[in-house]
Structures are given as C-alpha cells and as structure tokens.
C-alpha cells in the first residue's frame, strides 16, 4: 500500500509562485507515474500534470501548460508540482495521486493511490 501526502498549499495573489510536494511511502515509487488533479468548489475533479517513472516525461492540460512545472525525486520519495504566474481561476484543492504503471494518464480513474488534498487560494 502507498501513501500520498501533500503539503505545500496556502494563499497567494495573482501571479504568485506555490510549489506543492506530495511525499510518497513505499520502495517502489520509482516505478509509478504519478500525477496533479483538482478540484474547485461545485466543479469536478480535473487534470492538471502527469509524470512518468523516471522524471523524463511530463504532460500538462493546457490550462496550466507554461506556468506549472511537474518534477520528481526518486531518491525522495517525491513529487512537486512548481506553480507559477498563478491566477484566480487556480484556487482548488489539489491532489497527488500514484499510478501503478511506469507511464501517466489524464484519467483519474487510472490511478490507484491518492492523497489528502491540498488547499491552494488565489487571490485577485
């Protein structure tokens, strides 16, 4: 069984850096991709980033692409997302979940383990 736990959330204004980390348990991690989601209040969860198991490929929806930078450290344990220019419209609580496969996906119902959430406000 893998935990995710997320922290790193807070409030910003618009156009402010946050930078979450989601620490995973486990001795595999290095073989999930793991991902960002979200969700805002009366919205559905949606994707935000994915990242494969060796860190060398990243995918982002395009409503963040140029402004959010997934990463990962294996030897950590870990995974950040580096959220930049950040905008209204990005306050939601955010997710880190894990996938049992080397490669990511954009469907939340392909990932096996999540974590808590973390909540991000943007400010205007």
């Known amino acids: 069984q893998v935990q995710l736990v997320e922290s790193g959330g807070g409030l910003v204004q618009a156009g402010g850096s946050l930078r979450l980390s989601c620490a995973a348990s486990?001795?595999?991690?290095?073989?999930?991709?793991m991902a960002w989601f979200r969700q805002a209040p009366g919205k559905e969860r949606e994707f935000v980033a994915h990242?494969?198991?060796?860190?060398?490929?990243?995918y982002y929806a395009d409503s963040v692409k140029g402004r959010f930078t997934i990463s990962r450290d294996n030897a950590k344990n870990t995974v950040y997302l580096q959220m930049n220019n950040l905008k209204p419209e990005d306050t939601a609580v955010y997710y880190c979940?894990?996938?049992?496969?080397?490669?990511?996906?954009?469907?939340?119902?392909?990932?096996?383990?999540w974590g808590q959430g973390t909540q991000v406000t943007v400010s205007s």
């Open positions: 990242i494969n198991g060796k860190g060398d490929r990243t």
């Open positions: 486990g001795r595999t991690f290095s073989s999930y991709a």
């Open positions: 979940a894990g996938r049992r496969y080397y490669s990511g996906s954009s469907r939340d119902t392909e990932y096996d383990y």
